[in-house]
């Protein structure tokens, strides 16, 4: 059995990986609904492996992109069509 901070820092080094190609599904337009759920359940994870690592201000970066993936998913739906990520 590994220790808790084996775990801790494998799941840490492991999730911005997923985070990363999911970001690139969603500039992509890749099925970006299903994307943008993946990547804020990601998210949601980083959040809980930081509070556990007690790396607080990297949830700075995180509390950012959650609300950049609600503001976009609200944009998704209200276009009930897939979004344009141009400036």
């Known amino acids: 059995m590994l ?3 084996t775990g801790l820092t494998v799941g840490a080094s492991l999730f911005p990986f997923i985070e990363f190609f ?3 599904l969603i500039i992509s337009n890749v099925n970006i609904k299903k994307s943008i759920r ?3 359940c990601i ?3 980083m959040i809980c492996f930081i509070i556990a690592d007690q790396l607080y ?3 700075i970066y995180h509390g950012v992109i959650i609300g950049l ?3 976009l998913c ?3 739906d209200k276009n009930q069509q897939t ?3 141009s400036v």
């Open 57 to 59: 201000s990297r949830l």
């Open 74 to 76: 609200f944009k998704v």
């Open 22 to 24: 999911t970001g690139l």
């Open 69 to 71: 993936l609600v503001f």
């Open 83 to 85: 979004p344009t990520l």
């Open 3 to 5: 220790p808790t901070e």
């Open 43 to 45: 998210s949601l994870v």
């Open 38 to 40: 993946i990547a804020f």
